[in-house]
């Protein structure tokens, strides 16, 4: 049940987050990943601790998955001294040094070639580690989209582009953003390998990434494609299907393919699902979160002062 | 004439050289950092030293090549990205701003960002409105960032050094027309502190010149000039604009009580602009009211006919030197004599006779 346990693990802080965020004491926008758990899980499972990851403004479930500090996380929602980032950064910039989650950008796009540079670096080093670049759909749409994959595929870089299409920049649906072109021709004419996956398939995902970081340290960059959908709004903690800017038919094809009913129903087919166990794990990762609720709220915000000597490293 | 092994350009890449040998993280990236002219001669010798695992030829992609310099960064690699002209710059500006300038800041302080990134500015022989840009007083409104503009051989040296060993992203912007000026530099390892703004350039009681890059080598022809009429000019050089530290020139306002500024670029927002708040918050009292002397308020036109009154020359500074310190007609006379003559030796849009390119 590892891997249901990885999916339910951030569904729940999620949730929680968008429970608590109601009280309106965490003051920064937040993009939740309820829905798109999969892909992180399934590439995090494939990982070395040593690979990197680098992300983007929905960046909770990469961080989760890769092991950030779940206190560091919820500290920096309250703009506290505990968070990822003292609270300068906010829910967009989540990182953690010492899981190699170097950093999120909230730059559609931004992060691409910082991921990419990892990469060189690594390859540069001689060391055996991928750098994992996470983005939306939209983040295919900009220049430096383009100029990074170009560079990696030169150089042959041990990156793997994982691409999280969940159909939406916003409100506005990729078919009005990108027509009917192939992003797969497009990556492919680059030389660089495009693997599908199956949707919200967490083992899929595992799999293939398994494959393509081999490939991406022997022969040079990968790009992992996968479908998915998110259940709640583009930024905050509600349901938006009032606005109606996704049709109701693809909303409800998308919550009976939710990663996690997908993964309990293929371990009820090889009866492996033990119900307690699953029920008895959310109610931990629960604890484990008001706890950080409740430190979160307790610990004290960085001292504006010192605020300018931050502006150089020293 | 210039002395052969003192150029600007050869000052640039001794720093280069020796920044590499004394750290093999130190790599040097950018378009036609390994063609044969080798960014004016200034990484040919590190490409012959260190080959082309350090020195690095890039594709034309100046915003994901920024971004891919922080990703090294992070990883200990120390980078100078060079751009041909600081005008091919803009299209990092989303990476070299909203990622490498806040990175330390944005982050809480728990990584930071040791990249240079070295910018030349056009001028001359055509160059036109998108290759001769000085644009360092954009660069320098952003906090987090350093910005080093250099006007001497040995300056340059040690302020490379420093920005390349300096644990935040530094933008190195040097004028086209200082490569050929030779002057002494040690061919030691030495640097020259980013917290020290101004050098003094020479001493004066007059007048105090500031200015940066281009501009310091005609102030300084111009304290020559007007040094054989009995006008004291005491010139300043502001090398480095963030962070700014401008002690030195209070000092010298206090003492001279007249002020002039020489910009490379436009007159609004520009570097003077920040010079002039700065002197006012400093509630300094100077005998005459300070000038700004800047490029014509629109962009550099191309044709030689059109460009010829578009920079600020050593007749422009002298005469507004006069202006400010009501020297006497008659004087003023003999002075413009001085400067035509100066001026007509070299035609405008060359830095000198033998120029022949590359640009
Ligand atoms: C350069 C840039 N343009 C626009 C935005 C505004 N914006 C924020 S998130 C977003 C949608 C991005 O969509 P996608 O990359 O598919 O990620 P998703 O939110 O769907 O996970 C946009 C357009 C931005 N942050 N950065
Ligand atoms: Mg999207």
Known sequence: MLNLFGLARIRVIEKEIAREYQKREMRCPIHLSIGQEAIP?????????????VSTHRCHAHYIAKGGSIQKLISELYGKEDGACKGIGGSMHLHDKSINHLCSIPIVGGSIPIGVGIGYALKLKNKKNVSVIYFGDAATEEGVFFESLHFAALKKLPVIFVCEDNKYSVYTSINARQGNRSLKKIVES???KFINTLNNNVNDIEQKTLQARSYAISNGPVFIYSKTYRHLEHCGPNNDDD????????IDYWLKRDPIIIEIQKLKKIKRFNENKYLDFCNSVRKEIITSFVNAKKSKPFTFSKLSKLEYAK | MPNKNNLFTDAISDAFVQSMQKNKNVIIMGEGVTDPKGIFNTTCEALKRFGPQRVIETPVSENAMTGIQIGMSLLGKKSIFIHARVDFSLLAFDQLINNASKWHFMYGGTMNIPIVIRLIIGRGWGQGPQHSQSLESVFSHFPGLKVVVP?????????MISSIFDKNPVVFIEHRWLHNYSSNYSKKFYKISLNDSIGLKKKGKDLTILSSSIMLIESLKVEKILKKFGISLEILDLRVLRPLNLKKLFTSIKKTKNFLFVDNGWKSFGVGSEIFANILEKKLILKNTPVRLACKNFPTP?????????????????LEVCKILSVKKSTQKKIIIQCDKILSKVPHDLPDLNFKGPF
Request: positive net charge.
């Open chain 2, 151 to 159: 006007s001497t051989a040995h300056d340059c040296k040690g302020l």
């Open chain 2, 302 to 318: 191309s044709s030689h006919y059109l460009n010829k009154d578009y920079y600020v020359t050593v007749k422009d500074i002298c």
């Open chain 1, 190 to 192: 680059l030389n660089i």
């Open chain 1, 243 to 250: 606005l109606k800017y996704r049709p109701k038919k693809e």
């Open chain 1, 41 to 53: 899980v399934g590439v995090s499972k494939s990982l070395n601790t040593k690979d990197y990851i």
